[in-house]
Each structure stands twice: as C-alpha cells, then as structure tokens.
T-cell receptor, first 117, second 111 residues
Framework: EAGVVQSPRYKIIEKKQPVAFWCNPI?????LYWYLQNLGQGPELLIR????????DSQLPKDRFSAERLKGVDSTLKIQPAELGDSAVYLC???????????????FGPGTRLTVL | SQQGEEDPQALSIQEGENATMNCSYK?????LQWYRQNSGRGLVHLIL?????REKHSGRLRVTLDTSKKSSSLLITASRAADTASYFC???????????FGPGTRLSVLP
C-alpha cells in the first residue's frame, strides 16, 4: 500500500511570492490533515478535511492561507503571499476513522520544507 | 489547552538501556498516539492506545495509559543507536479525529 505522497519535498521562495503544496493521501482514507511543524516543535494542525468538507480550519490563517480538497482525494495548501515566518515543514496526514471501518491511526507524508527568503 | 506535554524534553542513554518518555494532557481524550521522527524525516506511527485501554505492546515498545492521571508513557527496551529520534505523543479528541501534538522528547542512544 502506497503511503501519503507530498510534493514538492523542498521549496525556496522569496517573501511575498505565492507557493502551493500538494498531498495525495492513502487510498480510501476519508480524513486528511495539514500540519505545520517548526524546528524543534511538534506538528500544529492547520486544517482537517472529512472527504471534501473542511471540518476544522480554526487554526488556518485565512488571510494568506487557503486549502482545497476537490473530489475528496488530493489536497492543495496555498500560501499567498508568503512571509518570512512561514518557513517551516508542512506535513500532510490521512486516516480512516473508526466510523468508516478504520482505527483512527494517522499516517504522515514526508513533508514539504519551505524556506522563505 | 488540550496539548500533550512530553517529559523529559531530552534524554541521552547508552545502547542496551531502556528509555522511558512520558506524556501528560489536560482534558479527556478518545485515544493517544505515539510517533517517532528522525531528523529531517516524516513522522512514523508507533502505537495507538484508546481511552479504555491501559497497556499496549509492539516489539520493544510498551505504552501505558492512565486516564485518571491524564498521562501516558512510552518505554523502549534494549535501546539501539537507530532509536535516536524525536518522539511525540498526540492526544486524540472529538471522537478521535482531532489530534494535538506535544513538543516531543529528543532521544539520543549512544553506542
């Protein structure tokens, strides 16, 4: 079974530029998460999707961040414009909830390391 | 805050010794998951323990959960240099669908 796929793995941009990250979850997983991880810290949730619906986006800075999960499979996270403080690793994870026959385990992708200059 | 908090922040042991990391949280949870992260890599799932479970094992790993004390522990027995990594606990709430991660414990296993 293929794991969670993310691209690109690394991205270097100048401040005020836009950037987008892509995630392909494990096949059949209803739930998809985007996290931000700063160096030496644990992941922080940005947004959670149940199929195509964003059910928790309370931590997403909506003035510059946006996300979508069309057709309830792949997802894209966008930042426009990027700021210096956005430099971090952006992680995508997916899970199959118990109510859908899974066990709630989250599986993470390798992440995208963003550097904003 | 419902954040899990790992303790200690850093741990250094010799190969062959056991390593114990603790996680404390503040509100009721549905489940708790432990993850490992090697430097510069993604998070690898280790064990999920549900609120009605007290102990789970996986190979050299043993996880306990004490809901009365709102704490969990991860024990790695007979540690190896390859166990060097950061370990995170993630507390699951909202029917086990939302997770909050702690800052992690950085484990160094010296050969």
């Amino acid at each position: 079974e293929a794991g969670v796929v993310q691209s690109p793995r690394y991205k270097i941009i100048e401040k005020k530029q836009p950037v987008a990250f892509w995630c392909n979850p494990i096949s059949g997983h209803n739930t998809l998460y985007w996290y931000l991880q700063n160096l030496g810290q644990g992941p922080e949730l940005l947004i959670r999707y149940e199929n195509e619906e964003a059910v928790d986006d309370s931590q997403l800075p909506k003035d510059r961040f946006s996300a979508e999960r069309l057709k309830g499979v792949d997802s894209t996270l966008k930042i426009q414009p990027a700021e210096l403080g956005d430099s971090a690793v952006y992680l995508c994870a997916s899970s199959l909830p118990q109510w859908a026959g899974g066990d709630d385990t989250q599986y993470f992708g390798p992440g995208t390391r963003l550097t904003v200059l | 805050s419902q954040q899990g908090e790992e303790d200690p922040q850093a741990l250094s042991i010799q190969e062959g010794e056991n390593a114990t990391m603790n996680c404390s949280y503040k509100t009721s949870i549905n489940n708790l998951q432990w993850y490992r992260q090697n430097s510069g890599r993604g998070l690898v799932h280790l064990i999920l323990i549900r609120s009605n479970e007290r102990e789970k094992h996986s190979g050299r790993l043993r996880v306990t959960l004490d809901t009365s004390k709102k704490s969990s522990s991860l024990l790695i027995t007979a540690s190896r240099a390859a166990d060097t990594a950061s370990y995170f606990c993630a507390t699951g709430y909202n029917y086990g669908q939302n997770f909050v991660f702690g800052p992690g414990t950085r484990l160094s296993v010296l050969p």
